[in-house]
């Protein structure tokens, strides 16, 4: 099933569309084209950048150099993203303001030992610090992308008392006895709000892995191989 959590996690802002070739620390990165998903109207590529500045973003992956499961991973993710861009434009929605902007780099910074570890993943891949214009330009991208991503397969989601109660007697009740046994499971209204959130997060998991199916018939993407 498709993971949102995990989606968010791995979201990044790579519709960094003519960029051309970055410079970093004397180090010129040559962009390859990976990728390029159209819908008809649009078009967009992507390219090894953007696969490495995704990778930037995990503290534990190798980017100098990466290794070829992780770009092949970071393809099918930044796919997903471009996708989800398309259709996000074609519902405008306010800019996010600078304050989300620094919001959303703290939360990153915050899986890193460092902001100079992180700044320096970032030099790797062709920004110079977190203040960086086209790094702040990218983020605000991401968070568009997530707003989008929030309304159009969070918001209207509604959990009854019925679903609640399924959940707690088929998954949450059986769950809890055996990663703690001898221990008195939760009755179910103490247990209303775990369970309400995690119904919601698979509601979103199913919706979002379902809009993707669609969207792939009516979107082109083509993979470029090799090295």
């Known amino acids: 099933m498709f993971s949102y959590r995990k989606f968010l996690c791995l979201l990044a802002a790579v519709i960094f569309i003519g960029h051309g070739p970055f410079t970093a620390d004397a180090q010129i990165i040559v962009d390859r084209t990976m990728a390029v998903v159209a819908d008809g109207v649009r ?16 503290p534990r992956k190798a980017i100098d150099p990466p290794s070829q499961a992780d770009l092949d991973e970071s393809l099918r993710v930044v796919i997903d ?5 398309l259709e996000a ?23 890193f030992p460092s ?9 790797l891949v062709g920004f110079s610090s977190v203040n960086d214009e086209n790094f702040e330009r990218l983020i605000s991208k991401r968070l568009a992308i997530e707003k989008y ?5 969070r918001s209207f989601i509604v959990v009854t008392r019925d679903e609640e109660e399924l959940y707690y007697n088929t998954i949450y009740a059986p769950e809890f006895r055996r990663n703690n046994p001898g221990r008195v499971v939760p009755d179910l209204e103490a247990s209303r709000a775990p369970i309400s959130q995690r119904i919601v997060e698979e509601k979103v998991s ?11 018939l009516r979107i082109d993407v083509t993979i470029f191989n090799g090295n």
């Open 149 to 153: 991503i929030e309304f159009r397969f």
């Open 115 to 123: 902001t100079a570890e992180f700044e320096r993943r970032l030099r």
């Open 43 to 58: 078009t967009e590529l992507i390219t090894l950048s953007d696969l490495k500045w995704q990778l930037a973003l995990q």
């Open 89 to 111: 434009e074609r519902l405008p929605r306010n800019a996010p303001t600078a304050a989300e902007i620094q919001d959303e780099v703290a939360k990153i910074l915050a899986f």
């Open 206 to 216: 199913t919706n979002i892995e379902s809009f993707l199916d669609q969207a792939r």
């Open 81 to 85: 993203q471009r996708i989800f861009a």
